[in-house]
Nanobody
Framework: QVRLVESGGGLVQAGDSLRLSCAAS????????MGWFRQAPGKEREFVAA????????DYADSVKGRFTVSRDNAKITVDLQMTSLRPEDTAVYYC???????????????WGQGTQVTVSS
């Protein structure tokens, strides 16, 4: 069974940092683009960040550029999202995803984790 499991969410104050991690159960993900998405209450799920399997390419939503950094470890089959200078508007459920093909926001995002809640208080 293919699994993506997120961890690291929590309640923080505005300006704080938080690191999310996603562990994949299949080694095939070591050659797949990986990404992070988020969904705030009452809103559509939106793209946050993505990284190619070689880590030579990253993409970020404009709203998080300069504050969030995506990285991966193919040996451990993990992808992390380092979030700094958090804002209340970053509050959402954050989802890890793996692509079947492509890279970046328009990749064929096929595998999804269950999500981890990030709440930023003002």
């Amino acid at each position: 069974q293919v699994r993506l499991v997120e961890s690291g969410g929590g309640l923080v104050q505005a300006g704080d940092s938080l690191r999310l991690s996603c562990a994949a159960s299949r080694r095939t993900f070591s050659r797949a683009a990986m990404g992070w998405f988020r969904q705030a209450p009452g809103k559509e799920r939106e793209f946050v960040a993505a990284i190619t399997w070689t880590s030579d390419g990253t993409d970020y939503a404009d709203s998080v550029k300069g504050r969030f950094t995506v990285s991966r470890d193919n040996a451990k089959i993990t992808v992390d999202l380092q979030m700094t200078s958090l804002r209340p508007e970053d509050t959402a459920v954050y989802y890890c995803a793996a692509a079947r093909s492509g890279a970046g926001p328009a990749a064929s995002w096929y595998y999804w984790g269950q999500g981890t809640q990030v709440t930023v208080s003002s």
